[in-house]
């Protein structure tokens, strides 16, 4: 168990649909990213946040946007989704610094 | 963030085989850590390498570092069913206000046949 906690682990919904994705990282992380990973591909760096303020952006759709919250918890959302959106989005976390990235289970989206 | 190359893509292997996977980049990089997937799984934190030239060993596997950081490999010796899945190199790049980026690249998948 890596402590970092996403939900929900499965997500199916239609497409132009809005959905949320949740991620609560471990206790005393700052740092929060988010990645998409696509059927047998890399992982894909959407967005990072440290303490709540936005840090760095990767080829993030403007369909998706994210945030984190004061307790450090962080939320993705994706809207006017498209089939192309199926993936697994995984959220890790770390402590401040240059340290190790934790990541969690995983949210598996599917849109039908 | 910081781009970097993974060579091969795929690798497939006889049990007992060694197997070596590559990350290259264009420009020096600060520090690269090193990440396994299992099929199925979630990203895992192997090492991170900071020094030119470092090498470092986790049983049989064995990590180095270029003297110039530019490329990173990673060696697995004799290699078993349990090592199995994806590799992947991560440079870390400093975003500020004492955080860093985390970006990997396109990792290299493993199949070890028994």
């Known amino acids: 168990d890596s402590g970092v906690t996403q939900t929900p682990k499965h997500l199916i919904t239609a497409t132009g649909q809005r959905v949320t994705l949740r991620c609560s990282p471990r206790?005393?992380?700052?740092?929060v990213y988010w990645y998409q990973q696509s059927l047998d591909q890399g992982l894909q760096f959407l967005i990072q946040y440290y303490n709540g303020e936005e840090r760095a952006k990767g080829n993030i759709l403007e369909r998706f946007s994210a945030q984190q919250f004061p307790d450090l918890h962080s939320e993705l959302n994706l809207s006017s989704l498209e089939l192309g959106d199926s993936a697994l989005y995984f959220c890790?976390?770390?402590?401040?610094?240059?340290?190790?990235?934790?990541f969690g289970q995983g949210t598996r989206l599917t849109v039908v | 963030g910081q781009q970097v190359m993974q060579i091969p893509q795929y690798q497939h292997v006889q049990e007992g085989e060694d197997f070596t996977t590559y990350c290259n980049s264009s420009t020096t990089l600060s520090n690269i850590q090193w990440y396994k997937q299992r099929p199925g799984g979630h990203p895992v934190f192997l090492i991170q390498l900071v020094k030119s030239g470092e090498v470092k060993k986790q049983k049989r596997l064995t990590f180095q570092f270029g003297e110039a950081k530019k490329n990173s490999s990673l060696h697995i010796t004799a290699t078993q069913t349990t090592d199995v899945g994806t590799y992947f190199c991560a440079p870390r790049g400093y975003s500020g206000a004492g955080s860093y980026q985390l970006t990997f690249g396109k990792g290299t998948k493993l199949s070890v046949i028994p």
């Open positions: 890790a976390s770390s402590r401040q610094g240059n340290t190790e990235a934790f």
């Open positions: 206790s005393g992380d700052l740092s």
